[in-house]
Every structure is written in structure tokens, then in C-alpha cells.
């Protein structure tokens, strides 16, 4: 069993009166959290149900305060997993928050029909959302020779946990075409009564060749054949559904600084590979920069969301062709970081230095990167 780093943090804010929404892709191990949660608090009187169940589903989707009495009797904390699959669960927990302030509830769903929209909407001040990613680095407690021994195999295979814990390449590549077709693809669709997996699957592979670079999305249109809008609505699809994230374009104080197209990035480096079906080794491949690249800033973004870091994101461009990959910025502090597999000499970009005060420049490297991800 590999404790995640937020169970600690979800035990602290499980109290009564409160709704706890635990969100993320599927297969990321949130079932097998509710499960180690309710095991460990065990001086709880829990009711843990599930969304599927018909019965449950009727209940609590029924807004009938006699129903959810006699459900909750003899309970003080309600689990309940997958609870995107409840009609009006929003109005539901609300109504329990209201009328038996006693009741803890702690819930998780993917981002079908964006859950968190429909809990977050009526529980305003009386809930809070956390997320759940494919393993962190952090969360395997390697020391520092075994990650670098390992972290080849996370750069083409990832971190879903079925796959970090398949022994051989082959069930590993199985495990994450699995999760492709049977998982993530069916959310999408799900999401918006969509058919169409065939477009999803091709606008993916166009974003999975363009790690790192900026994305047009007139020009992924022309490459589908489909209006400009289309793109745009199935990339926010994609990030709902925890497959990619974007960063925008910092720009203040330099007109020469470009941030019109966004880039995006894949959460984890093994959905981008099997979105591309590539699972060679590194001695094969000439997409390393990107799969580097990719790996660092989003291991970054899970870690912050766990140590409960609130940044602003984006990269930085200028029209000459000075860049740099990750702006983290926070209490109105720039820090920037630039990826690099290979050592060697990388510019210090001054200009950024000297345009934006008290900023800082780090370059990320294999020797270094333990210290940016945990």
C-alpha cells in the first residue's frame, strides 16, 4: 500500500457539516483512498455507498429529507465514491449539510458531468475540493539513486499506479492502453453525450507532438477539418477530464513578449505515449526534451496541489525567440524554470531578469530535479 501524500490532509478536513470532494482522472487510486480512509478512521460511525447503486442513487437524488433520515440513521460521516453518477447531487448534499448539521460527507467522482461544478455551486463555504493525480514521485519514497535509476521508465511509462506497480514492460503498456481506451476516452465522451473517440484520439496526438511549443488552435482546425470552436470546446473537455492542462503566455511589461497561443501539457507522460503509441527507450527517441519537459512541470503541479502551494502558471516568450518553460508566480514574485536534459550552457535570460525585479532563473536538470518535484 503507497500512502498518498493528501490522506492526511483529507482526515483534517472531514468534519461535521462539511462536504469533502475528492476529484481526479479515473484509475488514479481514489477508491482505494475512501477505502484506506475508512479503514483508518475507524472511531467514525461511516456509511460508505456508491454512486452506482441504484437504490443509493434513489435516495439521494430524491430530495426528500424523510428518505435521507432514515439512509443516514445511526451514521455520523457518509462516503460516498463515484457520486457523479447521482441525479441533482449538489442539491442532495446541500439539503444534508442543511438539515442534519451533525454529518460529515466525503466524496469522489471523476470529472464526469463536472462534479465539481454541481457540489461546488450549492455548498459555497461549506465545502472544499481536492485533487487526486497518478502517483508523485514523493509518494514512492525512493532515495535519490533509485528515482534516477528509475526515472527513464516514468519518462515513457508515467505514473498511474497499476502502472508503476507492473512488473514488465509489456503489462505495462497493457495497463496504459486500458486506461486510454476504456477510462479516459469513455469520461470524455460521457462529459457531453459525445461519439465521437476517433477526433478525440487525433486532436490528442497533434497536442502530444507539440509538447512545449505554442498551440494555434486555427491551426489544429485546418488539421481536423472542424470550425475553430469545436477545438476549443474539446480542449476544455480535455482538461476536465484531468488528460491535459494548459499554461498561457506571461506577458506585462515588454512589447516584444508573445502570449496569444497557449501550450498544453499532459499529466501524465505515459497517456501521452500511449496516446502516440511510442513506449521506446530513451536511446530511441528524439522526442526526450518534450517528455522531459512535460514530466518536470506537471510532477511540479501535482506536488504544489499537495503541499497546498497557490501559484499562477505560465511560460514566457518574446518575439526573438528568448523563452522560458515554467513562470510560477505568487505574491507577486516570478520564479522561472527552464528544462534541460542534457547539461550544457543555457542563457540566462536577462532581459526577463532585469524587466520583472526580485524574479529568479533556475535550469532543471537530471542532477537537480529531485529538489523542483518533491
Not at 72 to 77: A, C, N, P, Q, S
Not at 104 to 127: C, Y
Not at 319 to 336: N, P, R, T, V
Not at 350 to 366: A, G, H, M, R
Amino acid at each position: 500500500m503507497i500512502d498518498r501524500i493528501i490522506k492526511n490532509k483529507l482526515i483534517e478536513n472531514i468534519k461535521p457539516g462539511k462536504v469533502i470532494g475528492l476529484f481526479g482522472a479515473r484509475r488514479t487510486g481514489k477508491t482505494v483512498l475512501m477505502d484506506s480512509l475508512y479503514d483508518e478512521m475507524n472511531n467514525l460511525k461511516i456509511l460508505k455507498v456508491h454512486g452506482e447503486n441504484l437504490d443509493v442513487a434513489e435516495i439521494l437524488s430524491s430530495q426528500r429529507l424523510s428518505l435521507l433520515k432514515n439512509l443516514l440513521k445511526g451514521h455520523d460521516t457518509l462516503f460516498i465514491d463515484e457520486a457523479q453518477k447521482i441525479p441533482n447531487i449538489g442539491t442532495n448534499l446541500k439539503l444534508i449539510v442543511d438539515n442534519f448539521p451533525d454529518i460529515a460527507v466525503f466524496v469522489t467522482g471523476s470529472s464526469s458531468f463536472d462534479l465539481n461544478q454541481k457540489i461546488g455551486e450549492p455548498l459555497t463555504g461549506r465545502g472544499r475540493n481536492f485533487m487526486l493525480f497518478p502517483f508523485a514521485q514523493a509518494e514512492l519514497d525512493e532515495d535519490f539513486l533509485t528515482a534516477k535509476e528509475n526515472l527513464p521508465e516514468r519518462l515513457v511509462f508515467g505514473y498511474y499506479p497499476q502502472v508503476v506497480l507492473a512488473v514488465s514492460k509489456e503489462e505495462k503498456i497493457s495497463v496504459l492502453d486500458s486506461i486510454k481506451n476504456g477510462y479516459l476516452l469513455k469520461d470524455i465522451l460521457e462529459l457531453d453525450n459525445l461519439k465521437n473517440s476517433l477526433f478525440i484520439l487525433n486532436l490528442l496526438r497533434l497536442i502530444a507532438f507539440q509538447i512545449g511549443n505554442d498551440v494555434s488552435l486555427s491551426e489544429l482546425a485546418s488539421n481536423l477539418q472542424v470550425s475553430r470552436n469545436t477545438v476549443a470546446r474539446y480542449l476544455d473537455l480535455l482538461e476536465k477530464t484531468f488528460i491535459i492542462f494548459r499554461h498561457n503566455g506571461y506577458s506585462q511589461n515588454l512589447r516584444k513578449e508573445f502570449a496569444k497561443s497557449p501550450r498544453y501539457y499532459f499529466w501524465d507522460n505515459g497517456i501521452r505515449n500511449a496516446i502516440i503509441l511510442n513506449f521506446n527507450s530513451l536511446n530511441y527517441r528524439d522526442d526526450i526534451g518534450k517528455l522531459w519537459e512535460n514530466y518536470c512541470i506537471s510532477e511540479r503541479k501535482k506536488m504544489n496541489h499537495y503541499r497546498q502551494r497557490f501559484l499562477n502558471y505560465y511560460f514566457w516568450r518574446t518575439y526573438d525567440q528568448k523563452e522560458i518553460d515554467l513562470i510560477e508566480e505568487s505574491d507577486g514574485k516570478l520564479d522561472g524554470f527552464e528544462m534541460k536534459w542534457k547539461q550544457g550552457k543555457t542563457k540566462i535570460p536577462k532581459e526577463f531578469l532585469k524587466t520583472y525585479k526580485n524574479s529568479s532563473f533556475q535550469v532543471i536538470t537530471p542532477e537537480n530535479y529531485l529538489d523542483f518535484i518533491l
